[in-house]
């Protein structure tokens, strides 16, 4: 391929991160000469944050390979409906849902989420609530795996999510999934979607590879850059043939 025609690698956070929580994993994108971007996720709710991705999607003008962590994978399901640019998908410890479904339902059709006792909610200006991890739950709560010092930097980083955004049901009739080749990475000791659901997902999409990392957290793409990498580089390689 041309460079024109090499994908872009187009990554979406999810809720209580921001897009730097990529950074790991742009610099190793990078270093393998592969074009890569971060999108700030809007995180207020699914039509209005997918609505914002196609269009960051549209201005690159290349195929794209789109991955998305947690939330996000709600937002690159209904991003990528019906977008012929989206080549592949990877799901990183992220919701894949079926039309209808939303974020919250999905993280409660298996035990073992204790996300809801580590959120603070708080009503906002537009309407209804928003949710933030509280401060000194985030560690444990989404990156046990990592440093306290830097658990503590992404806590006061992080980036609420309305309670709208995690209630929205995909509005796609039809999930990209079920029609873009997808890979799957998730940690085995994910606190917020339990590895049960991780699981369950990654085989209804009939994920072309699933990586299980042992003892890794929620914050997969900061704790285990290698393998949400690797991830990446097999739906690269896919799309290059």
């Known amino acids: 391929?041309?460079?024109?025609?090499?994908?872009?690698?187009?990554?979406?956070?999810g809720a209580f991160a921001e897009s730097a929580s990529w950074n790991r994993v742009l610099q190793r994108l990078h270093e393998r000469g592969l074009?890569?971007?971060?999108?700030?996720?809007q995180l207020r709710g699914l039509d209005g944050d997918a609505a914002y991705v196609r269009n960051v999607i549209t201005s690159l003008d290349r195929p794209v390979v789109l991955a998305g962590h947690s939330y996000g994978g709600m937002v690159?399901?209904?991003a990528a409906a019906g977008l012929p640019a989206v080549h592949a998908l990877v799901y990183v410890a992220a919701f894949a849902p079926d039309s209808g479904e939303s974020a919250l339902l999905l993280s409660a059709k298996f035990d073992g989420s204790t996300l809801g006792a580590a959120l603070e909610a708080y009503p906002v200006s537009t309407g209804g609530n928003e949710f933030r991890i509280a401060r000194d739950k985030f560690h444990h709560q989404f990156c046990a795996d990592l440093d306290p010092r830097e658990a503590a930097l992404m806590a006061a980083t992080q980036r609420p999510v309305t309670e709208k955004a995690l209630t929205d049901g995909l509005t796609a009739s039809e999930p990209a999934w079920r029609t873009t080749p997808s890979?799957?990475?998730h940690g085995e000791q994910d606190l917020n979607i339990p590895a049960q659901a991780l699981r369950f997902m990654a085989d209804r999409a009939g994920s072309r590879g699933t990586r299980e990392v042992a003892g890794a957290s929620h914050a997969l793409a900061?704790?285990?850059p290698d393998a949400v990498t690797a991830a990446i580089l097999d739906a690269?390689?896919?799309v290059n043939g």
């Open 1 to 13: 391929m041309t460079t024109a025609q090499q994908p872009v690698v187009v990554l979406v956070h």
């Open 35 to 41: 074009d890569a971007v971060a999108v700030a996720n």
């Open 236 to 238: 690269v390689a896919h």
């Open 222 to 224: 900061a704790s285990q």
């Open 76 to 78: 690159i399901t209904q």
């Open 183 to 185: 890979w799957f990475v």
